[in-house]
């Protein structure tokens, strides 16, 4: 059975990524090009244990897809896989659910190393970048994040789609649920977010959107 994902746009990229970990894993490896057939992926196939992750595919602005995964799909390790080293996006994907972050210009046996930490438990940093992410960290972000992961995985695409601007009766629809369910999920998101409207819950994971 699969146990790791690959979800990268790039062919080629991911074929060299199915390499290095097939050499950790065994195969077989899934692939997905999109956000969404990440999701669909791990959906059908329950024995995952790890997604690696490129932070710029379809489907997935800034931090969204990897909030999605993470509210979705808890006890999948999400291991970052990206050209971007800014160290304040590292520290956020760290701070948003991330197990390890490996910048694509790192070498496969750094990744191989990182595959087999991640999949331990523990967290995982280039030695290049573990000190000065350190330093970088948002008590907001932290904070913010503590509140996402209370949220029902439901209850998390309700907040997404109120981010987008959707009704109660369009969320009800898209959900194939009652609009006073959504109404229900839409005063616990509230109440677990501490915003006071709407409004403040679409503003707050629009925050979420704009790290690229």
């Not at 790039?10 to 990524?17: I, K």
């Not at 209370?150 to 987008?164: C, E, I, R, S, Y």
Request: net charge negative; hydrophobic share 45%; aromatic share 4%.
């Amino acid at each position: 059975m699969p146990r790791a994902v690959i979800a990268d746009d790039h062919p080629l990229f991911r074929s060299a990524l199915k390499q290095a970990v097939g050499t950790v894993l065994g195969e077989p490896i899934l692939e997905a090009a999109t956000l969404d057939q990440t999701l669909t992926c791990l959906a059908t196939h329950h024995d995952v244990e790890l997604v690696l992750l490129d932070l710029n595919m379809p489907g997935n602005q800034g931090l969204t897809g990897l909030t999605t995964l993470h509210s979705q799909y808890p006890d999948v390790q999400i291991l970052i896989v990206s050209a971007e080293e800014d160290p304040a996006i590292v520290r956020r994907t760290l701070d948003f659910g991330a197990s390890g972050y490996v910048p694509k210009s790192a070498p496969l046996e750094q990744l191989e190393q990182a595959i087999n930490q991640v999949l331990e438990g523990e967290a995982w940093l280039p030695d290049s970048l573990a000190a000065i992410v350190a330093k970088s960290g948002c008590e907001q972000d932290v904070d913010f994040a503590s509140r996402l992961e209370q949220l029902t995985p439901h209850q998390f695409k309700v907040l997404k789609m109120l981010a987008d601007g959707l009704l109660n009766k369009q969320i009800a629809y898209e959900m194939q649920v009652q609009e006073t369910t959504i109404k229900q999920h839409v005063s616990a998101i509230l109440r677990k977010l501490g915003v006071i409207n709407r409004t403040q819950a679409g503003v707050l994971f629009k925050q979420l959107m704009q790290d690229h």
